[in-house]
């Protein structure tokens, strides 16, 4: 096909041409963008949690004025719950993870640092990474004899005898890379403020609740510190967790019925709750993808039956010529082709500019490469779909058109 | 004349009902989309109290230590401590001052067999609602004698008196709040500012009803009843004496009358710090006095999400209007015959011109009313998020009238181009062709 009589052709339509190429940059441009941000959004929706996603309830209890023998009755709880056929494993907890309310400290690896090198979430209760069902990838879990009960650190705090303090801690793997980029972790020590934990035992991987920063997501520490603030988290087999759930909140409120129960959930439905706003922006985007190629696409086929309804006559023409319904049809074709590679070019600028202006507001990273062939691909098969129908017809005008004054 | 081209323009675009439909359809979804975002955009970075904002102040000071400090690029905290927030109130330095911790209480219904609920709940002083105008329905507030003597007083929102009294002036009964005893001094009448202003970084919800009880600050730490966010600047022995701890949880606000004693308040923040540098409490002396709407876009309520939607659905109107102006394009030219004809039968160029400009705008109406249609689907569609402010994205009147001034300005811009080209046409050639 030739690509020069293309070409003059459309230097004699140079607005409409413009306006085409004009349409497809920007759809392309936006595409790109979008498609970028999309991908983001999902890869931020499957972020690695660590823990046995599908294995977990949440119960949150809700008690006013707090009772001397607040332990003896968690105790009395967590009994009551081990007594459930199905439950595997139990705690009392203070937080969970992607939950909303979180416990953080500063970090130090020495305490004469005179800031904290990063500020890491830090998890509470006994038999916690049983239940969670984090994995420990490097040394040992925390024993009995490791723990101190909360009511300890506060008295510890209070008096500075460092021996009701815990001495020991297990962080997680990019944590412990953080701290220390080349050396193994295990046997060194952590401080918050003052206070040296040793770290005994590496996990592959602990999500943090309430994230403020994707690449801080997963520096948590697990500290061996015994807690009663009427929050459990139970591990059951994932067909179980409905029944289990109801019979716990029963049990739970024979124990105890003067408590409010703020949360009763599975840990899917925390994890659904804290992507809830990544989701929805998700389909928003996806949603505007369809409608900007729709509408591309409509202007195409609008202007493409403009086209050869003005070039009758010379469709005309060139079929009494000798030119074949084919070439007819390729000539518009190899137009449109012509015009949306050009489009595209000026939209790769376009969308590189964009991302350069999101990069500089919104904190995204470059686009990378790899997105520009996906719009490039889009707005092809997009602009040869849509030029297909005026193309056709414009390939079933008869010669016969051209001994006509049209 | 008017409404002969308005006669001339249906015809032409009833000549080319797929055409016409392509443009209003594709011009509706991108005015559609531009009024939904920008509906949810107004709504969150609205004036909670237009009335009042210009003269609502919120000191900020700092009692962190040393660390991680760098002069002149640190922004002082966000709230204070107890004691520094006590000192500002007792100055009295501006004409009216609150502190305001946020926090929940259980609140016990009256019925028997009922189950207690948690409400949320404004620690405050007396100034509170004098200063953000909060209108009362029965009774009033309480005095600055009973904030100094933790008085069991409190007052409640309209929802929480129609739901516990059926609506009818409590002022005077008793209300279980944390298993003690609270007299109602006043019920409020429907008072919900969006978005919360004086609960950012206090640990409240921004948007939603509103706040349902409200009780001097002593009182309810006499209760026990806990900040929602506490930041401490140094270690803590004992979470139940907050008020001597290192611990920053109170937000205080005052009301400032003209530029004078915005500035004088301004002098006597930066003294105040200065004075407890001297005195070794504080290791940095930045102060910041933002008024309501500055604190707001330091907090940045309006969230990045909903600025990309809006920066989206611009680009794609911009896209619509291209596509638009390709097709009355392609339309106009089609009817060079037309307008030749009618320029040799005497119509000047500028009545070319408004002739096809009043097609435009057709376009632009009909996409005005369809885009309504749309945007209407796409609130509905935001209504059903679970984001804080669903509830709140109604389309009201001044958005409504936008609506149709954005179509009838995307689709006069687009028109201009066609009309343009339509009424440089030279007529003769058009004729000869014929």
Known sequence: MDIL?????????????????L??????????????????????????????????????????????????????????????????QVASVAQVPFGSSSNNAGIRIDPNQPKSMIDASTYYGENLIETYGARLIAGRNLRADDYRSMDAVMEGVRSGDTKLFPATAIITQSMAKRLWPDQDALGKSIY????????????????????????????????????????????????????????????????????????????????????????????????????????????????????????RRMIGVRRALGATRHDILHYFQTENFLLATIGIALGMV????????????????????TYFPIGAIALWIIGQLAVLGPAMRASMVPPVVATRSV | MFAYYLDLALRSLKRN????????????????????????????????LPQKSAQLFYPQIDPNPKDGYVAGETKPAPTMTYPDAMNLLHARRATRQAAIVLSQAKVMPLQANSHPFFSD??????????????????????????????????????????????????????????????????????????????????????????????????????????????????????????EAAPCMWVGVWVELGDAASIASFKEYLANYAKQQVSLSRFQRSETSLLDLMGWLRDQQVVPDDVRLQAGLAFGFLLICVVNTVGLLLAKCLRRSREIGVRRALGATRSAIFAQFMVEAAIVGMAGGVLG???????????????????????????????????????????????????????????????
């Open chain 2, 372 to 434: 309504l249609v749309f945007a209407e689907l796409g609130l509905l569609g935001i209504r059903h998020q679970p984001a804080e402010y669903a509830s709140l994205a109604h389309l009201d009147l001044a958005m409504f009238l936008f609506t149709f001034v954005v179509a009838l300005v995307a689709s006069l811009i687009a028109g201009i181009l066609p009309a343009w080209r339509a009424c440089v046409l030279a007529p003769a050639p058009q004729l000869k062709a014929a």
């Open chain 1, 192 to 311: 918050i403020g003052k206070i040296p934990l040793q770290v005994v035992g590496i996990l592959e991987n602990l999500v943090r609740p309430s994230i403020e920063d994707d690449s801080t997501a997963n520096y948590s520490a697990v500290i061996p510190i015994k807690l009663a603030q009427g929050q459990y988290v139970i591990r059951t087999a994932p067909g179980d967790r409905e029944r289990v759930l109801k019979i716990a909140l029963e049990k739970l409120k024979q124990n105890n019925p003067h408590r409010i129960v703020v949360q009763k959930r599975t840990w899917d439905e925390i994890r659904g709750n804290f992507f809830q706003n990544d989701r929805s922006m998700t389909g928003l985007l996806i949603g505007v993808c369809v409608a900007l190629l729709l509408v591309t696409a409509l202007g195409i086929v609008g202007l493409g039956s403009f086209w050869v309804a003005q070039r």
């Open chain 1, 5 to 21: 009589p293309i070409l003059t052709t459309l230097r004699r339509h140079k607005i409409t041409a413009f306006l085409v190429i």
């Open chain 2, 121 to 242: 709940t404004v620690m405050t002083t007396a100034d509170f609602f004098a200063m953000f105008d909060a209108p009362f329905q029965f009774g009033g507030g309480w005095n600055a004698n009973d904030d100094e003597g933790a008085a069991q007083e409190v007052v409640i929102a309209s929802f929480l008196n129609d739901k516990l009294f059926g609506g009818t002036n409590s002022v005077g009964k008793v209300i279980r709040i944390n298993d003690h005893d609270f007299r109602i001094t006043g019920v409020l009448k429907p008072w919900a500012p969006q978005p919360r202003f004086y609960s950012q970084d206090l640990g409240g919800r921004s948007y939603g009803d509103g706040d349902a009880v409200f009780l001097p600050l002593k009182s309810g730490r006499a209760i026990k009843m806990g900040p929602g966010d506490i930041e401490c600047y140094a270690a803590v022995s004992d979470m139940d004496h907050l």
């Open chain 2, 17 to 48: 009902k797929v055409l016409t439909t392509l443009m209003i359809l594709a011009l509706a979804l991108g005015i559609g989309a531009t009024i939904t975002t920008l509906t949810v955009l107004r709504l969150l970075s609205g004036d909670p």
């Open chain 1, 23 to 88: 349409e497809i940059a920007l759809t392309c441009a936006i595409i790109c963008n979008a498609v970028f941000l999309i991908s983001q959004r999902i890869e931020r929706i499957h972020m690695p949690s660590g823990v046995a996603e599908h294995e977990l309830i949440q119960i949150e209890l809700a008690s006013i004025g707090a009772k001397a023998d607040e332990f003896a009755r968690a105790q009395e709880d967590l009994a009551a719950i081990r007594q459930i056929p199905g439950v595997t």
């Open chain 1, 350 to 369: 376009l969308a590189y500019g964009i991302n350069l202006f999101l990069m500089t507001k919104y904190e995204l990273p470059r686009l990378p490469a």
